[in-house]
C-alpha cells in the first residue's frame, strides 16, 4: 500500500501513455503536478511502447516496470492477469472491474482523473463508495468518443455524478444532458514544450506538413486531392506556384499504401514524402511553410497548436467540436475550410504558395499560441481546478 503522506495524491488513469494527443497531456500534466508537490500515481490498463515517458517517471522505460524504490512518478497496470481470463466477456469485465476496484483500495488517492471513453465509466463506477473524487475527461469529438449506446448511455447517467467533467471546447457540452453541462468546465491542453521555441526568421522550406494518423478521419486524401488540383491545374500560374513544393506525411496508420496509390495515380508521388513515425517533429518542421489539418472531426488538435507555435501558416477544416476553430481566427493567424473540401484547400493553398507576405504574417500572428498556451500556464489551470475538486 502507498504510504500516506500530506502530499496530495493524484491517480491518473488512461489505457496506455503511446504517443497520441490525449497520452502527452497527462504526461506533461503529471509532471507540472510531481514539480507542484502532488504525490502521482499513473494506473493504465497496458505498457504501450513507444510511449510518452515523464521527466519524473520512476518505471524502465524498456520493460515498463516500476522501480518501488525510486522517488517519482510511479506506475501501477490494471490488465489482469492472463490466467484470470476466459473467453466469457461478462466473467471478463467483473474481474477487470474488480483489479481496478482492488487498486483504489490499496493506493487510496485523494483524487482519480480519468482520460477517453470506456475509461472515465470504469474510473466512476469503480470508485464507488469508496469517498474517491474522479474527474472524467472527454478528449475528442463527443459523439466519436461516444459512439455506442453502451458507452454513451452510462455516460449520461454516470457523468452528472462525477466531481468534475472536462471538456476541451464549448461546442462539445452541447452532445450532453443538462446535467453534465451544468458540471463541465472547458481546459485548454497545454502547448508541448519542445515547440517552445523562437521563431525561425530564415528563408523557409517550401514544405507542406500533415501531423497525424493515418486513417480516414485524418483524411490526408484531401491534401493530397488539393495539391493535385494545382500541380494538373489548367491554369498556368497554378501549376507553376505548384512546382519545388513537397507535402510530408508524418504518421503511419492503417491507409499508408492507400495514400501512396492515390499520390501515384494523381502524379505527385515524386512530391509526397511518407515520413512515418518520428520523435523530433519539431525539428524536423520548424523551418516549413504550411501545415494543413484535414480531419472529419477533432477534439482540441495538439499537431495544430504546435505547428502554430512554430509560425507555419495554418490551414484546418472547421471540424466538429470546434478546436481549430477555438485555434484559428480566420484569415488573421490561419485559414479555415469547410470539412471535406479540396477545392477550398487548393484556394487557401494557392494564397500561402504564392504570397510569401501574407504566409509570414499569419505565421507570426499564429505563434501568439506560445503565450496562450504554454504548459505552464496551461498546467496551472488544470491544478487549481483539481485542488478546487479536492476542496
Known amino acids: 500500500m502507498k504510504q500516506k503522506t500530506d502530499k496530495k495524491h493524484i491517480a491518473l488513469y488512461l489505457g496506455g501513455l503511446r504517443k497520441g494527443g ?21 494506473v493504465t490498463t497496458y505498457f504501450t511502447p513507444p510511449e510518452f515517458y515523464p521527466a519524473h517517471a520512476s518505471w ?14 510511479h506506475r501501477i497496470y490494471s490488465d489482469p492477469s492472463s490466467n ?4 466469457n466477456r461478462i466473467r471478463n469485465f467483473h474481474v477487470r472491474f474488480a483489479v481496478l476496484r482492488s487498486i483504489w483500495k490499496t493506493i487510496s488517492p485523494d483524487l482519480i482523473l480519468s482520460f477517453i471513453g470506456i475509461n472515465n465509466i470504469m474510473a466512476i463506477l469503480t470508485s464507488a463508495g469508496l469517498k474517491i473524487p474522479v474527474a472524467v475527461s472527454v478528449r475528442a469529438n463527443p459523439p466519436e468518443e461516444y459512439n455506442s449506446k453502451k458507452l454513451l448511455i452510462p455516460a ?11 471538456l476541451q471546447t464549448g461546442p462539445a457540452a452541447e452532445f450532453f444532458p443538462k446535467a453534465v453541462q451544468k458540471k463541465a468546465v472547458i481546459l485548454p491542453n497545454p502547448l508541448n514544450p519542445d515547440f517552445i521555441r523562437p521563431l525561425w526568421r530564415g528563408e523557409r522550406d517550401r514544405s507542406i506538413i500533415s501531423i497525424g494518423r493515418l486513417d480516414e478521419n485524418k483524411n490526408q486524401k484531401m491534401l493530397l486531392e488539393a495539391f493535385s488540383m494545382l500541380r494538373n491545374s489548367k491554369d498556368a500560374n ?22 501512396e496509390q492515390q499520390a501515384k495515380q494523381e502524379g505527385i508521388i515524386d512530391q509526397v514524402c511518407f515520413e ?6 519539431a525539428d524536423r518542421i520548424m523551418k516549413a511553410s504550411i501545415y494543413v489539418l484535414t480531419s472529419y472531426t477533432e477534439g482540441m488538435p495538439n499537431a495544430l497548436m504546435e505547428s502554430m507555435a512554430l509560425g507555419l501558416s495554418c490551414i484546418a477544416s472547421d471540424c466538429p467540436c470546434g478546436g481549430a476553430a477555438e ?29 510569401k507576405e501574407l504566409a509570414q504574417n499569419l505565421g507570426t500572428e499564429a505563434s501568439k499560441v506560445q503565450a496562450n498556451y504554454n504548459a505552464g500556464t496551461v498546467s496551472r489551470k ?10
Open 327 to 355: 485555434l484559428i481566427r480566420n484569415g488573421e493567424n490561419g485559414f479555415l475550410v469547410p470539412v471535406g473540401s479540396a477545392e477550398k484547400l487548393k484556394e487557401k493553398l494557392y494564397l500561402m504558395m504564392s504570397d
Open 238 to 259: 497554378e501549376r507553376q506556384v505548384s512546382e519545388g513544393w513537397s507535402i510530408h506525411l508524418y504518421g503511419d496508420g492503417p491507409l499508408r499504401e492507400t495514400l
Open 156 to 166: 449520461k447517467i454516470l457523468f452528472p455524478i462525477a466531481a468534475g467533467v472536462i
Open 276 to 281: 512515418g513515425i518520428v520523435t523530433d517533429v
Open 60 to 73: 524502465d522505460p524498456k520493460t515498463g516496470e516500476d522501480i518501488p524504490q525510486k522517488e517519482g512518478i
Open 84 to 87: 484470470l481470463l476466459s473467453e
Open 22 to 42: 490525449a497520452e502527452r497531456v497527462m504526461v506533461t500534466l503529471a509532471d507540472h503536478l510531481y514539480e507542484a508537490g502532488w504525490d502521482v500515481t499513473f
Open 382 to 391: 488544470w491544478e487549481n481546478y483539481l485542488e478546487k475538486l479536492l476542496r
